[in-house]
């Protein structure tokens, strides 16, 4: 038996898609974490860009709040009862022009952990 779920986009705005599984799986070229079949909706300003574009940025992190997807909200794709929530995550500055400088920033500074990387998250529970 096939069930049908109906979901929503969980945003509002402008947004990108990036590794869709549309294009492969898993999707970011591992199943850990449940990314097979993961879809990376990036958030973008009215130009069409996901970051600061200075000359700068490919050289020093840039605070979070320069982000366009910085403090937008969020929302459940499904109807449902949220079963639980991990948040906390510190928001750290970003090198939107060199990803290996940002990984390893955060390495230093969060001791490698995981959690620190993925950031919040939370579940929810159908009804």
Sequence with gaps: M????????PFTGRWLV???????????????????YAIDF???????????????????PEPPEKF???GRTLLSP???TVVTVH???????AYPGAAVGWIRADAATT?????GVLGGKSCCDRD
């Design 111 to 115: 001791g490698c952990r995981w959690m």
């Design 42 to 60: 990036v958030p973008v300003d009215d130009s069409g860009h996901s970051a600061p574009l200075t000359l700068g940025a490919f050289v020093r």
């Design 2 to 9: 096939t069930v049908t779920l109906d979901m929503a986009y």
């Design 78 to 80: 499904v109807d449902g």
């Design 68 to 70: 366009p997807g910085f």
């Design 18 to 36: 990036q590794n869709s599984p549309g294009n492969r799986v898993p999707s970011h070229g591992t199943p850990q974490f449940a990314s097979s």
């Design 87 to 93: 948040d906390g995550e510190r928001d750290h500055p």
